[in-house]
């Protein structure tokens, strides 16, 4: 009895510091919970930045393009807004923890030396945007400070991921260092409470988990933040370059009505007006991916595409490398876009020749018929749709190279990283989207000093193959007439559908903006027996002429031209238009839609 009265007094002191413990082992780990949201509330200014000057770099496009929605001022004062937000950021930071900027992460050296170059770069950018804003006339699209723009513009992107990934990194080691403390207060506190100590290793596995789904969910942010940028700029270059594609179409098929023309120049002239649809081929392409288009698919033998591809192919790839090709004999049809398709097998070739180019060794290219009931290979990427059993096409793509360690494995289909120069690194990512949107997958073996491989399985199909030959002459049967009025803000498509109109017998008046169509319109709208209006335009686009042409009751008929595809401007609402016709067209369709609107009752 002695001896419990005198343990009790002990175990009530016991108690009492184990319960006393709990206090400050809560304050600590509130403490960590809150130096966490506080490190997150200073990271803010830098997506802040990233998202300001890339809003700034997309307005100032536009604004270069003719959108006179666009104020110079704004766009400055986005430059301004995105430098103020890093060095909020860097003054932030410094106050609440200063070690920080100190931490090293990839090569990039410490992160205050990572902000500093991000800083030059804002700097740059918005010097060379003054620059080309001054002078327009040398910043034209495909120019040469046009492009040394848009890698400045990548560049400070790919600048503000890596400052992101170093502090991710930082607070990662930071938080495993006091997980250490933690734990170790948590068992001095078991020893005296195993139900307290319970509850607090649930609290922990709790706070892990969070972790781990913030860090899965901020991946996916940052992949999806490249794609955006990605698709914004394909957008902005895929729009401008169909007009141009426009003034070739249209002026190789008027050329191709000429009677007398040699063998040799129509030869040529046809061979331009096949090229120029396959350029609006990767045109819809990139539109697609900007999300303002579909791709097309169609069944084709994907052996005779590789064929088609050789001439491309040699040139594309080094003269120091031989290239093996043993391909199936009999037809691999195969249901897909074949721009897409195209670009599969030229970046894995291309890929494979650089790798190969410094020993001046080989590249071997092998397709094959499989049926498979089960996966073939485990790939290097996690795959969220189900294996369908079937027959299977077999592509792959070896080099002799040096391979590929293990960190570059898992980080090559990673968009912008790339152990190339600058400004690459869309490739393989590129790849992986198109396999995966055909029902494919893909494997990559590789060993440092032996060479790669690349694996693709591609569903087959029973549809019989396609003629992929995009030379479609329609039949040129006569001329039209009657007056029609072409609104269109670029110059050089104003010009050549003025020309074909002409060409078959129209009467053409032209107006710049729809606000001028418009006008014409409410002077003689008898005159006129149908308008061509283009979708995209400053001020008053396509929609709202259509719209304002019925409201107001004007008796013609109403053709929407357009750069993307008819099932983006479909929205725009049938009832407001006859037909519509996607450039870059020939005057052969152009004749065509419109003698077919004319006749219609």
Known sequence: MRSMESVQPFAAAFI????????????????????????????????????????????????????????????????????????????????????????SYGTGGPIHQQVDRLEEKLGALELMARKRASDPGVS???????????????EALEASFEIERGCTDFNLTT??????????????????????AGGLVFLNMRRRRIEEEKKVLEDRFQQAQKLESLGVLAGGIAHDFNNLLMAIAGNTSLLLLESGLSKNLRA??????????????????????????????TVIDFNSLIEEMGSLLSMSISKRVTV??????????????????????????????????????????????????????????????????GDYLLFEVSDT????????????????????????????????????????????????????????????????????DDRRVLEFVGRGSGDILVIDDDPSVRRIVERMLSKVGYEVEIAESGEEGLEILRSNSKDFDLVLVDMEMPGINGECVGRSIREENYPVRIVLS?????????????????????????????????SRVLKSP
């Open 324 to 389: 093996d090709y043993q391909l199936l004999e009999d037809p691999l049809p195969l249901k897909g876009n074949p721009t897409q398709l195209q670009q599969v097998v030229m970046n894995l070739l291309i890929n494979a020749s650089e790798a190969s180019e410094a020993k001046g060794g080989s590249v071997t290219v092998i397709t094959s018929h499989r049926h498979l009931e089960e996966v073939p290979f485990e790939s290097v990427v996690l795959e969220t749709e189900k294996f369908q059993p």
């Open 268 to 297: 040529s002239l046809d061979e331009i007006d096949s090229g120029v649809h396959k350029a609006a081929a990767l045109t819809s392409q990139m539109l697609a991916y900007a999300g303002k288009g579909k791709f097309i698919e």
């Open 401 to 468: 190279g040096s391979g590929m360690s293990d960190s570059v494995l898992e980080r090559c289909f990673e968009p912008f990283f790339s152990t190339k120069f600058t400004g690459r690194g869309l490739g393989l990512a590129a790849v992986l989207g198109i396999v995966r949107a055909h029902g494919g997958r893909i494997q990559v073996v590789t060993k440092e000093g032996e060479g790669t491989t690349f694996r693709v399985v591609l569903p087959l199909t029973e549809e019989k193959i396609v003629d992929t």
């Open 16 to 103: 009492l510091a184990v319960l006393l413990a709990l206090g400050p082992l809560l304050f600590l780990h509130s403490k960590w919970l809150q130096e966490i949201e506080d490190q997150e509330r200073v990271q803010v200014h830098l997506g802040i930045a990233r998202e300001d000057v890339s809003v700034a770099h997309l307005w100032f496009e536009e604004m270069l393009s003719g959108d006179s929605h666009i104020n110079p001022e704004e766009v400055w004062a986005l430059f301004k807004n995105s430098k103020q937000s890093l060095a909020s950021f860097r003054q932030e930071q410094i106050a609440f923890n200063p070690d920080l900027l100190q931490h």
């Open 140 to 154: 034209v699209a495909g120019s040469v400070i046009d492009e040394e723009f848009d890698i400045i513009f990548l």
């Open 562 to 594: 357009s750069g993307y595809s008819e099932d983006v401007v479909s929205g725009t609402g049938e009832e407001l238009f006859d037909a519509f016709i996607q450039k870059p067209y020939r005057i052969q369709e152009l004749w065509e839609v419109l």
């Open 175 to 196: 938080m495993n260092g006091r997980q250490q403390i933690h734990k170790f207060t948590l068992v001095l506190w078991v020893m005296g409470s195993l139900g307290t």
